[in-house]
């Protein structure tokens, strides 16, 4: 007998202890405040929901024979990068043009010797300042002398909404 009565002693506690409801409310109803998780697990919020989507982006320089250079940035495609810069650089140049860089997501610069004497650089990477500062090293070097920067540029990613 004793046992029955600490055992009924002992249920209400337990039944208590499950649920954040006052007396006489079934759980689940907006009487009930929040319970500690711990009656169906911790349940962690589901990760945050993309609104859009990166597209990234194409640009290239061409080089003419006579130094000239043609560009372009945010295309969609490699190809479709590289023809715009023959293009332009052909147009510029009124002769024959070659690919010398091709891009995406990124920066480019050419640097010219200050004195057109010399060979110049061109160079692409993750930000304007890193291209800019290797193309103007490279070209000193390569030329023996002093640098400009004559053309920088980057093509970056154009975010699309869903």
């Not at 945010?74 to 332009?88: F, H, I, M, P």
């Not at 043009?97 to 010219?112: E, G, K, P, R, V």
């Not at 057109?116 to 490279?138: C, F, H, Q, W």
Request: charge should be positive; proline fraction near 8%; hydrophobic fraction near 35%.
């Amino acid at each position: 007998m004793r046992k029955i009565i600490l055992l009924l002693a002992v249920i209400p506690v337990f039944a208590f202890a499950q649920t954040a409801c006052p007396v006489g409310v079934a759980p689940g109803s907006p009487q009930c405040g929040p319970d500690s998780g711990t009656s169906r697990g911790d349940i962690p919020a589901p990760p945050p929901r993309p609104t859009g989507e990166w597209i990234k982006t194409w640009g290239a320089i061409a080089i003419a024979d006579n130094g000239d250079a043609g560009y372009t940035k945010g295309r969609l495609t490699s190809k479709e990068a590289e023809d715009a810069a023959l293009q332009n650089c052909q147009k510029l140049a009124g002769m024959r043009c070659a690919i010398a860089l091709t891009f995406h997501n990124q920066c480019a610069a050419i640097a010219s010797p200050a004195s057109s004497r010399g060979k110049g650089a061109i160079t692409g990477g993750p930000s304007l300042n890193d291209v800019e500062s290797r193309a103007t090293k490279t070209c000193e070097k390569n030329s023996g002398g002093d640098c400009k920067i004559a053309m920088s540029t980057c093509s970056d990613p154009i975010f699309k909404k869903f």
